[in-house]
């Protein structure tokens, strides 16, 4: 069964994803619903807790659109935390006061590792139903984009119990019994992959994998285990719906050093955090993939005239697109729950002002 | 006036850093006098807390042996805190409980900037003293390597006030008010190398350049800012101490993506974390530098089968040292507190041993 979507009026960001001509340079942010914004922290107080907003897709509907009504984005994405794929699984999540997201039933141990199973996606419904409620609110405004976290990502955070400063425990595990973590990293591999092609039905027209902590990986065990393990995810995942193309994404932060490597496992893009130079990084992968990226988040702490600056400074690094190029503006992380709206605008503003320009 | 000392019974570590032929990879480990050491939690809680350690010249001195009676070590490093300096400058170092380091007087404004000076180098003296009283006291074992924080490292704490997990305060006064950042760090910089002189005069035998931070910076800011710093402190830095050599290392972590301009710089070697590849880090240097690193720390809390085999893929990557090129086997950053000291004891006979084998 397919769902029926009103047409697509700005569709600058796929475009720039599949490497096709653009006018602009269309962008998005990362963490774009959230904290930084007045009327999230309203709709949060609203639903009561954070997984009460993320749970419910009325709430997770209106915080997606929230951004877009502010500022002229290419494209949305979907609200929701990068947990919910472990959540389905048993785990537990919760969130502790003042905390970040923490499980109550962590991998522990090998009898823990090898009882886990790939979750009932209907367990994962409110998802793909905030998808399909976000999809047609959007009315074809921009495209949406769905998400998950890396099969890596998400088993740092199974292993670990909760967010770390040195993943000892994952590590550890990885190290003295990589067959354990292959396990779970299959596993993860496998869900992730069904859970994005469930969020594809729902009416995702792009996905993108977040491999937040791939980066805390030493090189050898980010080919061996991350990466390896994203590209089974794109080996499962499905690449057009109904004859429509839904271009992907893989950003692994801190993964600068790998980039020919992630360029190669078959994803569209590849997103770039704020360390790495774009001229080169485009030099490297030449026109084997898209990029996004990659601002750093502190410039919207400056003033309006630095942060024109600092974005003209990523467009000309980026240069003017080619035949066959594509560059998605982004921030190089997560906007800050502190930033300054008004900076945001100021920002969205340049990038699309600066990269008319530089196509004239 | 020149002290005199013991001529030295293990020169590998400098040899190595020098590109001079060895007979086998030396090591040594960041922080390896540090809190995994039990006898080391012994004699703080005599010092009664960090700074009445490290200030005290006879404790720093009794810390800082305290690995190299335990593991055949090919280098000890002087104990003390990264932040002495700024302390000296007057910002007032403290500890909170369970805490991280802390300035009661951050640099928070403009005045505050403008009013920063140079240390007096005789309120660092007992930095001084433990220097000459270890190297007295090594008695021509290994080599003593003296260090500091790099010029933006300790400008993030110095504006922070403290650590960070998004350097927001130094990074918005580096976009908004370069002249200011490029105050402290030109002060900085003078202050380190004086810093660092003083230690090579007092007895060290080699010098490193801790820039923890610099991985902070996105990629022209960290050129300009955190690099150009470092320059001008080894354009100030002594070459060397009564005709003898005194090697430098220079570590940015989290900068393997700019490993040819870093090497560059004028230091004799390059430390590395454990993202980077030994083998194309080789590759994008040539003999410029010696190589420093860069085993993961968390692989010591795997068992001694993986041990050795991840020491062995270090050893492997970097391959065989040929005439002209150097390797000093290290961490890819400090060692964690929770390290069982056996671990580290296996790590240091697999590198001895197999780099001896990899040379047969």
New interface residues.
């Given amino acids: 069964m397919s769902i029926s979507f009103a047409p697509l009026k700005n569709d600058t960001f796929l475009r720039a994803l599949l490497r096709q001509p653009t006018e602009y340079t269309p962008l998005w942010l990362m963490r774009q619903a959230g904290r930084y914004l007045p009327e999230y922290r309203a709709t949060r107080a609203r639903a009561g807790s954070f997984l009460g907003l993320a749970k419910n897709p009325d709430y997770a509907t209106e915080v997606t659109l929230q951004p877009l009504d502010r500022f002229p984005l290419d494209a949305a994405i979907l609200f929701s935390d990068i947990l919910t794929v472990p959540d389905a699984m048993g785990l537990g999540l919760y969130f502790a006061d003042g905390e970040g997201p923490k499980f109550e039933r962590p991998l522990r141990d090998e009898k823990a590792v090898l009882a886990l199973r790939e979750p009932d996606l209907a367990s994962l419904q409110y998802v793909f139903d905030a998808v399909t409620q976000i999809r047609a609110e959007l009315n074809g405004r921009v495209p949406l984009i769905g998400f998950s976290g890396s099969p890596w990502t998400l088993a740092c955070y199974m292993v670990e119990g909760g967010g770390s400063d040195?993943?000892?425990s994952v590590?550890?595990m990885l190290?003295?019994r990589p067959d354990l973590m292959q396990h779970i990293l299959r596993t993860n591999a496998a869900s992730v992959a069904a859970y994005l092609n469930a969020q594809i039905d729902a009416g995702a027209q792009a996905v993108m994998i977040f491999d937040t902590w791939g980066?805390a990986?030493?090189?050898?065990?980010?080919q061996q285990f991350s990466l390896a393990s994203m590209r089974e995810v794109m080996r499962q995942l499905k690449r057009e719906k109904d004859g429509v193309r839904i271009p992907s994404i893989v950003f692994t932060k801190?993964g600068?050093?790998w980039l020919e490597e992630i360029a190669g496992i078959g994803a569209d893009a590849v997103g770039l955090d704020?360390?790495?130079?774009l001229a080169s990084a485009r030099q490297r992968v030449g026109d084997r993939v898209a990029l996004q990226g990659?601002?750093?988040?502190?410039?919207l702490?400056?003033?309006p005239g630095?942060i024109q600056a600092?974005v003209a400074?990523v467009l000309e690094?980026f240069g003017k697109p080619q035949a066959g190029s594509g560059h998605v503006f982004n921030l190089?992380h997560g906007i800050?729950q502190?930033t300054p709206p008004d900076s945001v605008a100021v920002m969205v503003e340049a990038v699309h002002r600066i990269s008319r320009g530089l196509r004239g």
């Fill in positions: 040195d993943f000892r590590k550890t190290y003295n980066g990986l030493a090189d050898g065990a980010y801190g600068g050093l704020w360390t790495v130079n990659n601002l750093d988040p502190v410039v702490f400056a003033d630095q600092e400074k690094s190089g800050s502190f």
